[in-house]
């Protein structure tokens, strides 16, 4: 099953600044690229070029639809309506522009050129995507067993952190995973886990658009 299954699943804040790209930058053209910042990693070798392409292509064949346009435009934590008609009717038609792929030895070309309104949202898209597969094919490598305990570990890890935050009264959170997430899965379970475990004065909310209208925690962004 696909990594991105639909255009929400991304951080916040590429929402709010791309109203204000729309509305203040609509012909700029950019260039997005990835950087790989941990020299350590041949991502070359750890990813498959055909399954990221598989990945990459069917993001491009996804559309935002009218229950995503309409929690866009309920959207109103901080005091007012965040988003605007023209906007949303841009976001209505967009589909994410071509990107450019290429393997270099241990590293990959990832970049995505054209016009910067379109270009944004692949940012925190293809950083999930690189990562997630990524750790697929490290647990590719392990028995059925070890991958059990992996997932052990890390509820075990996850009920450590709930624990402290519960006796802190003086530390409030947001989860900002999604860039960096282990899987689209994992992320969906630990920040459910946060749900039912912290009040919510505890839990400010998350950086995913997605799991936000899904948890009705309020969508932050930097």
């Known amino acids: 099953m ?11 804040y590429k929402f709010t600044m791309g109203q204000l790209i ?22 070359a ?22 229950s995503d346009l309409h929690y866009l435009r309920g959207t109103n934590e901080y005091g007012e309506r965040m988003f605007r008609e023209p906007y949303l009717e841009f976001l209505r038609n967009l589909s994410l522009p071509p990107y450019e792929l290429e393997y270099n030895d241990n ?31 490290k647990m590719d490598g392990l028995s059925s067993f070890q991958q059990d305990l ?8 996850l009920a450590e952190k709930v624990s402290i935050l519960k006796e802190r009264t ?10 960096r997430r282990f899987s ?6 630990v920040l459910g886990g946060l749900v039912e475990e912290l009040p919510p004065t505890k839990l400010r909310g998350t950086s995913n658009t997605l799991l936000a209208m899904k948890y009705g925690l309020v969508p932050m962004g930097t």
């Open 2 to 12: 696909a990594i991105i299954r639909s255009l929400l699943d991304l951080d916040f």
């Open 22 to 43: 729309f509305n203040r930058f609509p012909d700029v053209l950019v260039r997005f690229g990835l950087t790989n910042r941990t020299k350590g990693v041949a991502l």
């Open 45 to 66: 070798q750890e990813i498959n070029e055909g399954e990221l392409r598989q990945e990459l292509d069917h993001v491009r064949t996804l559309r935002f639809n009218n």
């Open 107 to 137: 590293e990959i070309r990832l970049e995505f050129p054209g016009v910067w309104g379109q270009v944004t949202y692949w940012e925190t898209i293809a950083l999930s995507i690189i990562n997630e597969l990524y750790f697929r094919r």
């Open 150 to 157: 992996v997932y052990a570990r890390g509820k075990v890890r």
């Open 170 to 179: 003086d530390i409030t959170i947001t989860e900002f995973g999604t860039r």
């Open 184 to 189: 689209r899965d994992w992320q969906d379970y």
